[in-house]
């Protein structure tokens, strides 16, 4: 409807609102990706496998950066992955459980399920590079200012990423506002540093033409084959788009990439180009140390440091964020031990800090800078995460095309071919960099794999140990009413399993011989989907003689508050008061067995992991003075 405040109608409100979005999601979700001119280029030609200076070569790179961005970026994730959503929501766990749950295959859904975590352990080796090499990048822009600035940017990286985690707690909705300004400002600083050096040899423009790829490859074939090592730089953050779909949608998100993101980040890497061209061969040797910061009149280059240093610490953010958002998801998923997790905003339900990932990120990052000590050796461990994760993501697609979209053979088999063609070779290139660097991600990615898939493991066979002696529910019941003392109040029980006694209901039945007026027991179901309608989140069932089941469901992208969730319920006689309510919770000691299900090793760690895992009192927000702990062994 058409109101006073509103002159120009629905159609006004809705394309206001979309531009309001493209412009949070450029400060947001492009950082990682509109930080990459910092060293993409440079890389290329100065990094470990230096390409000579020349027409050819520059030509052919900028050609093979603008076709990866096409084919990467715009047709792959642009176009086809985010259509891909679950109810909404992006990324490699949100995409796993879409296509889980609607496999037919039980052999297929497990590597299916095996590939998406594999995809998250990765993401964890990316997020300690992207802070680490962005930051580095920029800081040493103050050595093209002054030489003299040297020894200064280790320090000064590691103050500005130790200023960073340290502001983590905080939250980040206050300075989240600035992002977008601050980033519009930045990719419009490329774009005319880059249409500015364009003017001084237009005939980059060319460069988008395939063919000076093509000849790259045919005139120096391994050479280009190590460049594209160096090249996928230009695409990192790509996942990024995807992930992030679910805060700011589809439409804001391509629109920002298409029409404002892609073309300054091209300008930039043409500008950088035409530049060095149309040096003399000694003046290019000294620019191409840092080509970008080059771009820019020498009174005008600390100003492009400072915002530089602004974006990465901005790319940075996003990227923290994005390993808090996806260790959530991997919670509610059960692939990882409650965590203690902390919600810094009381409006926006995904802003969240969790500080264990905080100070761990923090170690690794900096732990980084300390080893490899510039950007240039950082980029030779970035990449080979990214581009195992992009590979991943197009086994997945596969499986959307044939299992969920039912596309024909003849349409889906030559995109599919063409897309693991381009990621296959960006990640064979990034395997030649393991032995400089790139070990690490692939580290801290079978590191999180193992603990990742431990987790899941051995929950499902703790829960079967459990399952295997527990009693059914209508027989307890039954014998509980004759031989126990009703005392007044409320009961609720904690259940990991929807059938069966808890653990706790026969240790206190067995101990202290009473039962409450009213006992509920509770089960707290994760579903595949990101948010469970209000409607939809408790089920009840009346057993009889005062007991009742209830099961709360939850999507994996939302909070787990029971008290909250319970305030409103009626369905089970009177509301609940929480004064008047016990919880009771069962902790399991796990005890390492030599059985079959899994390693004595990976059982010593799970049990590990299940010490140190947050208590189910904080996880699900109940209120402390109300919670009895009842402790059990469990062999596995």
């Known amino acids: 409807m058409t109101g006073p405040h509103n002159p120009h109608g629905p159609s006004s409100d809705r394309h206001d609102g979309i531009a309001k979005l493209a412009v949070a999601a450029i400060g947001i979700v492009f950082g990682d990706i509109g930080t990459s001119p910092l060293y993409a ?168 033409n395939p063919w000076y790829a093509i000849q790259f490859f045919v005139l120096d074939g391994w050479l280009a084959f190590l460049a594209l090592g160096s090249v996928v730089l230009a695409v990192t953050g790509a996942e990024a788009l995807y992930a992030d779909m679910g805060h700011f949608g589809r439409r804001p998100i391509r629109f920002s990439w298409l029409w404002f993101v892609m073309p300054g980040l091209m300008l930039n890497y043409m500008g950088q180009g035409a530049m060095i061209v149309s040096m003399t061969p000694a003046e290019a040797e000294v620019a191409i140390r840092n080509p970008f910061f080059m771009l820019a009149p020498e009174a005008f280059r600390l100003p492009l440091v400072c915002l530089a240093t602004l974006a990465t610490v901005i790319a940075s953010q996003a990227v923290i964020s994005g390993a808090f958002s996806v260790t959530h998801q991997a919670i509610q998923l059960g692939f990882m031990p409650r965590l203690t997790i902390k919600h810094t905003s009381a409006s926006t339900q995904g802003q969240i800090y969790i500080p264990v990932i905080n100070w761990l990120l923090m170690s690794a990052v900096i732990l980084l800078v300390l080893m490899f000590k510039n950007s240039s050796s950082l980029a030779a461990a970035y990449g080979i995460a990214v581009t195992g994760a992009m590979l991943i993501d197009t086994c997945l697609l596969g499986v959307v095309l044939f299992s969920l979209w039912k596309w024909k053979p003849w349409l889906a088999i030559p995109l599919l071919a063409a897309f693991f063609i381009v990621d296959g070779a960006y990640f064979a290139a990034n395997l030649t960099k393991v032995p400089d660097g790139g070990w690490f991600p692939l580290l801290i990615g079978v590191v999180a794999f193992t603990m990742l898939t431990t987790w899941s493991k051995g929950r499902l066979l703790m829960r079967q140990r459990m399952q295997e002696a527990a009693m059914p529910m209508e027989i307890f019941v039954k014998s509980a009413v004759g031989s126990a003392t009703r005392v007044p109040g409320t009961a609720i029980f904690m259940s990991s399993e929807p059938t069966g006694v808890p653990h706790a209901l026969l240790h206190n039945m067995k101990h202290n011989k009473v039962l409450h007026e009213r006992v509920i027991v509770l089960t707290v179901a994760i579903e595949d989907i990101p948010y469970v309608e209000t409607c939809d989140v408790v089920e009840t069932q009346d057993l009889g003689q005062g007991f009742y089941r209830m099961k709360l469901r939850y999507g994996f992208m939302q909070e787990t508050d029971i008290p909250k969730a319970l305030s409103p319920v009626n369905a089970c006689g009177p509301k609940f008061d929480m004064m008047q309510t016990s919880f009771f919770l069962s902790r399991q000691t796990l005890i390492a067995a030599p059985k079959p299900g899994m390693a004595l090793w990976r059982e010593k760690l799970f049990a590990w992991m299940l010490r140190n895992a947050a208590t189910a009192m904080e996880f699900f927000k109940l209120p402390t003075n109300r919670v009895v702990e009842l402790g059990s062994q469990v062999e596995i």
Not at 57 to 68: A, D, E, N, P, T
Not at 107 to 118: A, H, K, N, P
Not at 154 to 176: D, E, H, M, Y
């Open 41 to 208: 280029f440079r890389e290329t030609f100065a990094g470990h496998h230096p390409l000579a200076l020349d027409e050819i070569h520059i030509y052919g790179v900028i050609s093979l950066i603008f076709w990866s961005m096409m084919l990467v970026v715009t047709i792959k994730y642009v176009t086809i992955i985010m259509r891909a959503d679950n109810k909404g929501q992006g990324g490699s766990l949100a995409l796993l459980a879409l296509i889980s749950r609607r496999t037919e295959h039980a052999r297929l859904g497990v590597v299916i399920v095996m590939l998406g975590v594999f995809a998250t352990a990765l993401f964890y080796g990316d997020s300690m590079i992207t802070p680490a090499i962005s930051v580095l990048s920029a800081v040493e822009g103050l050595v093209v200012v002054n030489n003299a600035f040297e020894p200064l940017v280790l320090p000064i990286a590691v103050f500005i990423l130790v200023f960073l985690f340290l502001i983590q707690s905080r939250g980040t909705a206050k300075v989240g506002a600035l992002f977008g300004p601050i980033m519009v400002l930045y990719f419009l600083v490329l774009a005319v540093l880059g249409v500015v050096n364009i003017a001084k040899h237009p005939e980059i423009l060319t460069a988008l």
